[in-house]
């Protein structure tokens, strides 16, 4: 844009991002972030969905039912609107973010929030090492080629998802009380709720697009056009989770086995098996990972956090917990049933 400036704007240009157009809405990632926008009574908020589709949007959302694969269908259901916030699956296909950004930038949508909603996809190191995690660079530059505006927000794994996810994810196994910790549990990584992303979201998503002006100070969105938003909700090991579990439960350590195993062996294990097809085991290549030490998942030591001036609140790790319980006792899993 021009001066990156309102004053240097074309008659006519609006300094908000009002309606929004959203794929996932209904999901496990995307809900809790659309509700939060919703709750900001700033913008329209409407849901792409796949035809047959069972997912339960949130109310107040509008809906309108697309094919992925044809183009035509996805810029007719983004004409008009302002920004997509893309929110996947780790099941969907590969291609299907390059389709929607491509369908974006022909409908003439300005801003695209991708589907990175996760771990610091740009550690060069981390990204190369999880199948998947290195396709950012190319959606970015699809994006910036065709005018588009991004911002990737990089707010580590989500907690109580994450601790559910079982004995791959976190090394929870609630069924046999036993905990699997990487190397010697210690590893610190940050860690976010996802309602504390619905909030940064809706915040970032509300404040105005520029500056006035040269002398204009105030937080914009423009601060992270075309960047990355870090974020987080705590900076935890696995053995913090577990004191959290054992403070919120009641249990003691001599309810619970306790194994140890180097996380480059569990992130081998992981890689190989999914080379060979069997998907069920990329929670342990991602994970396992992440929780390398010194390996990427501490990113608030190498990026400024912004949770300060997005005024994103302190959260109790214990209440995020008992939320964690809840989900284990009705038998949710991401990855198999999401009860």
Known sequence: MAGNYVKNQAPGFINQIRRVAMVGAGGSVGKPI?????KTGKHTLTALTRVGSQNTLPEGIQ???VDYNDEASLMSALKDQ?????????TAPSDTQLKLVQAAAKAGVKYVMPNIWGCDVTNEGLANDVPGWNRMPAVAAEMEK???AWIGVICGFWYEHSVTLGPDAFGFNFVEKKLTLC???NTKINISTQTQCGRAVATILSLPVLPQDEDDQSLTVARWLNKQVFISSFLLSQKDMFESWKRVTGDQ???????????SQRHQRGVERVKQGD??????TMYSRVLF???GGNFESTHELANSLLGLPMEDLDEQTKKAKVMVDRGYNYMTNRN
């Not at 659309?34 to 919703?38: G, I, N, T």
């Not at 350590?253 to 996380?263: A, Q």
């Not at 998907?279 to 342990?284: E, T």
């Open 253 to 263: 350590d001599s309810d619970w086995t306790i194994e140890y195993e180097p996380s």
């Open 293 to 295: 030490p010194n390996g």
């Open 63 to 65: 809906s309108v039912s």
């Open 146 to 148: 065709a005018g588009i």
């Open 279 to 284: 998907f069920s085991k990329y929670p342990l």
């Open 34 to 38: 659309a509700q939060e926008v919703l």
């Open 82 to 90: 302002d920004c997509l916030i893309i929110t996947l699956a780790v």
């Open 183 to 185: 190397d010697d549990g």
